[in-house]
C-alpha cells in the first residue's frame, strides 16, 4: 500500500508563488498516475493536474499556463509549481495515485477522483489577495 505525504502549504499574497511537494512511500507509485486535487470551502474537491507513469500531462483549465506538475522517479514524489496565485486558488491541496496503470491512460480517467485509491492528508493553500 502507498501512502502519500503533500508539504509546501502556506499563506502567500495573490501573484506569488508556491511548491507543493508530495513523497509516496510504502509500495511505489512510479507505476501508476500522480494527481493534484483540490477543495475549497463550501465547495467539492476538484481535480487540478495529474501526471501519467510516462509523463503525459493533464491540468484544469483554470491552472493551465501557471501550475506546472512534475514528478521525481527517483524520490518516488510529486511537485505542483504554482505561480500567478489568486484568491481562487484558495483550497486544501490533496495529493493522490492511483492503482497501477497502463502507460497511455486517458484525460478522463486522470481527471476523476474515483480512479484514485490513495491520497494525502492535504495541505491548505491561503492567497491573500
Known amino acids: 500500500q502507498v501512502q502519500l505525504a503533500e508539504s509546501g502549504g502556506g499563506l502567500v499574497q495573490a501573484g506569488g508563488s508556491l511548491t507543493l511537494s508530495c513523497v509516496a512511500s510504502g509500495r511505489t507509485a512510479r507505476d501508476a498516475v500522480m494527481g493534484w486535487f483540490r477543495q475549497a470551502p463550501g465547495k467539492e474537491r476538484e481535480f487540478v493536474a495529474g501526471?501519467?507513469?510516462?509523463?503525459?500531462?493533464y491540468y484544469a483549465d483554470s491552472v493551465k499556463g501557471r501550475f506546472t506538475i512534475s514528478r521525481d522517479k527517483e524520490r518516488n514524489a510529486a511537485t505542483l509549481q504554482m505561480n500567478s496565485l489568486n484568491p481562487d486558488d484558495s483550497a486544501v491541496y490533496y495529493c493522490?495515485?492511483?492503482?497501477?496503470?497502463?502507460?497511455?491512460?486517458?484525460?478522463?480517467?486522470?481527471?476523476?477522483?474515483?480512479?484514485?485509491?490513495?491520497w494525502g492528508q492535504g495541505t491548505r493553500v491561503t492567497i491573500s489577495p
Open positions: 493522490a495515485s492511483t492503482p497501477r496503470t497502463a502507460f497511455y491512460v486517458s484525460r478522463a480517467y486522470v481527471t476523476d477522483q474515483k480512479s484514485y485509491n490513495t
Open positions: 501526471m501519467s507513469r510516462i509523463g503525459d500531462t
